[in-house]
């Protein structure tokens, strides 16, 4: 079992709907990540987070610490939100990133 | 515009071949990362540097060389590898290697003959 899980592993969804992406970890962290990565590879940073939430555009992400949860939603998603989306956890004690499988999201207009 | 460039973006190489990675920054930072990923699989760590100085090695194959000559450029040589090393090759940086987010290059994909 990984140490940091995401649901779902694939989500269509039509455009302007609501998007929930899923990430729990059984480590102890000092943040939790998302990143997305498109077509191609390159990877973009999309949120740090140690407690409660931060938002940025059409995306937000929330953590329950006590949960060992978070979740990234997109609000009035949109076919250029299709890309993989990944959690991963700061280790609080050896402080590398540990990643999640991804969520391949694909948003049809 | 990551910030992070890799080259070569996509490399083909024989199982015999010498070839080098490379990656540079000019975002100041000073930890640099080697990531590998392999199809269906989470990103692994291979190598993190910070001020030029190795602070981790993944326990990853000597067929894999890390240089990291500056704070500002990173090295992946490569020699003898197998056809399971054939992955995208992640770069990334980071201000510090503690509480940081990590700014990633576009990825190197090889393929090994």
């Known amino acids: 079992k990984n140490e940091v899980e995401q649901s779902p592993q694939n989500l269509t969804a039509q455009e302007g709907e609501f998007i929930t992406i899923n990430c729990s970890y059984s480590?102890?962290?000092?943040?939790l990540h998302w990143l997305q990565q498109h077509p191609g590879g390159g990877i973009v940073s999309l949120f740090m987070?140690?407690?409660g939430k931060k938002k940025h555009g059409r995306l937000i992400a929330t953590i329950n610490i006590q949960e060992k949860h978070s979740s990234l939603h997109i609000t009035a998603s949109h076919p250029r939100d299709s890309a993989v989306y990944i959690c991963?956890?700061?280790?609080?004690?050896?402080?590398?990133?540990?990643f999640g499988t991804g969520t391949r999201l694909q948003v049809f207009p | 515009e990551t910030g992070v460039t890799q080259t070569p973006r996509h490399l083909v190489m024989g199982m015999t071949n010498k070839k080098s990675l490379k990656c540079e920054q000019h975002l100041g930072h000073n930890a640099m990362y080697w990531y590998k990923q392999s199809a269906k699989k989470p990103l692994e760590l291979m190598f993190v540097y910070n001020f030029k100085e190795q602070t981790e090695n993944n326990s990853v194959p000597s067929r894999f060389s890390p240089e990291c000559p500056n704070s500002s450029h990173l090295f992946l040589h490569l020699h003898t590898l197998q056809p399971e090393d054939s992955a995208l090759y992640l770069c990334?940086?980071?201000?510090?290697?503690?509480?940081?987010?990590?700014?990633f290059g576009d990825g190197t994909r090889l393929s090994i003959l």
């Open positions: 987070l140690s407690s």
């Open positions: 480590v102890g962290i000092s943040a």
């Open positions: 991963a956890a700061s280790s609080y004690n050896t402080d590398k990133l540990i």
């Open positions: 990334a940086s980071s201000r510090d290697t503690m509480m940081e987010p990590q700014h």
